[in-house]
């Protein structure tokens, strides 16, 4: 009869401390998922902030111009501190990219564009896009009135994405920057930060700087 008893309480005593290390286990997962998210959260704020900017060259009140920077276009594209694609990119990774906005059903993404420093520090992230590199300098338009301060600027263009590298299933957050790197892996399960992110940009439509499709 004891024996039955020790054995029915080791059982049941095996049980509760298998329940509880599930529970630990999966709670674990839920605070990393959270850290992850919030990682990528501060992250993508961190370049969305700075969408736009660039060094002031003029600010007259009174002139026609108004406010000039030295934030130019970028790669034959128009001036954009921010431009977001409801479905995507075409083809983000592998080595016939292509970063034209997607007609197909996908996982929203966007590029960030800003004025950096013309000297690098990939340590400290001065002069660096967000892979830690050095933009390629952009020539300033002759017309242009930064043109008389430098001919060319640096111009980092981050474009942010949610794909699966080669022989990988899971979804990952990326980022690609224009200082000729590849694209750089971030975090994995932060799926969901770039969904939450889109309101954000999506509000800053009309900043005039900025374009969704």
């Known amino acids: 009869m004891s024996t039955a008893i020790g054995l029915g309480l080791l059982l049941l005593i095996s049980t509760l401390y298998l329940a509880s290390n ?17 990682y990528a959260m501060n992250l993508m704020a961190h370049h969305l902030r700075q969408a736009g900017f660039g060094r002031l060259i003029l600010d007259d009140p009174y002139a026609d111009t108004g406010q000039i920077t030295d934030f130019v276009p970028v790669e034959g594209t128009l ?4 431009h977001g694609c409801d479905n995507g990119y075409v083809r983000p990774l592998g080595s016939r990219r292509n970063f034209s906005c997607s007609r197909n059903p996908g996982m929203a993404s966007f590029a960030v564009s800003y004025r950096v420093d013309d000297i690098h520090d990939a340590a400290t992230g001065l002069g660096a896009d967000c892979n830690g590199a050095q933009p390629i300098a952009t020539a300033v338009p002759p017309e242009h009135p930064a043109y008389q301060l ?27 920057g224009n ?25 800053t439509a009309s900043c005039g700087r900025c374009s969704h499709r």
């Open 179 to 203: 200082g000729n790197i590849g694209a750089l892996f971030l975090r994995s399960r932060s799926n969901m930060s770039i969904v939450t992110a889109m309101p954000y940009w999506q509000r």
């Open 79 to 82: 001036a954009l501190g921010l």
């Open 150 to 176: 430098a001919p060319q600027v640096m111009i980092a263009r981050n474009r942010f994405f949610v794909g699966a590298g080669v022989g990988n299933t899971v979804n990952s957050l990326y980022c690609h």
């Open 22 to 38: 599930a529970s630990f286990r999966l709670n674990n997962e839920h605070m990393r998922l959270q850290q992850d998210g919030s």
